[in-house]
């Protein structure tokens, strides 16, 4: 059982950066893939960032490649998204997500998510 909180959003400029963070609680957080999605009023939820348990690969969808990073460090049981260049069609509501050593598209835990906001 993994319980997740996510924190950092707010309003910035366009080209501007923002950090998300991710703290997990629960056993065994290290065990986990996490991934970042994200939701944009009357659009579906997309999946923009992963990062493996046991091994240090990331993924990004093509949306977000070369501007954002997914990392991890086990030892504060959190995952973050460093956010940079930010365009106002990044603007959604962000969500972690964990599910065992590897992810899936519908992962069991999620936290309730920061909003981003990035203005024109």
């Known amino acids: 059982q993994v319980q997740l909180v996510e924190s950092g959003g707010g309003l910035v400029q366009t080209g501007g950066s923002l950090r998300l963070s991710c703290a997990a609680s629960g056993r065994a957080f290290n065990t986990y893939a996490v991934a970042w999605f994200r939701q944009a009023p009357g659009k579906e939820r997309e999946r923009i960032a992963t990062?493996?348990?046991?091994?240090?690969?990331?993924y990004y969808a093509d949306s977000v490649k070369d501007r954002f990073t997914i990392s991890r460090d086990n030892a504060k049981n959190t995952v973050y998204l460093q956010m940079n260049n930010l365009k106002p069609d990044d603007t959604a509501v962000y969500y972690c997500?964990?599910?065992?050593?590897?992810?899936?598209?519908?992962?069991?835990?999620w936290g309730r998510g920061t909003q981003v906001t990035v203005s024109s």
């Open positions: 997500a964990a599910n065992p050593l590897v992810m899936t598209p519908t992962p069991p835990y």
């Open positions: 990062i493996l348990a046991r091994v240090p690969a990331t």
